[in-house]
């Protein structure tokens, strides 16, 4: 089965601080790819970073980062220096040569003025 | 080209009615999407299309929905005899294909519609 689980429905962070969001991953595959997805309030979701699962190098875009865990199938986003416009839900997803992502639960996401 | 569109972006309607959906994908994307978002749950698959071909439907998409891509870019969503399960957020994603490892695999949501069935 391909499933993933985000363990942390709602999660807060001051302004300005770092903070992890977890999510773990279950398939039978080697090859896929694994994405964080951001969805604020009422707005479209919009991809935040990539990683390939053949790559051992952790993905980085700006202030999102990942620590892919391949072994452990565990895929965290990391968000530095948060900032107001980071309020969102917050999903994990993958896909393998099935084609479609499978998405876990999310995290609400609150940045703390 | 902005992105994916949708049409309608919110649709209301009575229990038994039939309801279609758009979708305006990225003009140079060859593979369309279609995922349902109920509240609180994060999308789900329910079918896809590379240029007009229907490659891959869901066990949820039941004989009451179709869905088309008639000439390999706009798509539609039908659902017929709505029911009030069928209230959801229906997304369109699309990406531009290649062989597996030769393209980024990225999905490029539109806005949704959400539908209520009363």
């Known amino acids: 089965a391909q499933t993933v689980t985000q363990s942390q429905p709602e999660m807060s962070v001051q302004e300005a601080e770092t903070v992890t969001l977890s999510c773990t991953y279950d398939t039978s595959e080697n090859n896929y790819y694994l994405f964080w997805y951001k969805q604020p309030p009422s707005r479209q979701m919009i991809l935040v970073i990539r990683q390939e699962a053949y790559k051992q190098q952790n993905a980085t875009e700006n202030r999102f980062s990942v620590n892919f865990q391949k072994a452990a199938k565990s895929f965290s986003l990391k968000i530095s220096d948060s900032q107001l416009g980071d309020t969102a839900m917050y999903f994990c997803a993958f896909i393998t040569g099935a084609n479609n992502l499978f998405f876990g639960t999310g995290t609400r996401l609150t940045v703390i003025p | 080209d902005t992105g994916v569109s949708q049409d309608p972006r919110h649709k209301i309607t009575k229990r038994g009615q039939n309801v279609t959906f758009r979708c305006d994908p990225i003009s140079e994307h060859n593979r369309l999407y279609w995922y349902r978002q109920t509240l609180g749950q994060g999308p789900e698959f329910l079918t896809y299309f590379q240029n007009e071909a229907q490659l891959e439907k869901s066990r949820l998409l039941s004989d009451r929905f179709s869905a088309e891509r008639p000439k390999g870019s706009f798509s539609t969503l039908e659902i017929q005899r709505t029911e009030q399960g069928d209230s959801a957020m229906y997304l369109c994603?699309?990406?531009?294909?290649?062989?597996?490892?030769?393209?980024?695999?990225?999905?490029?949501f539109g806005p949704g519609t959400r539908l209520t069935v009363t």
């Open positions: 994603a699309s990406s531009l294909s290649g062989e597996f490892g030769g393209s980024t695999h990225e999905q490029y």
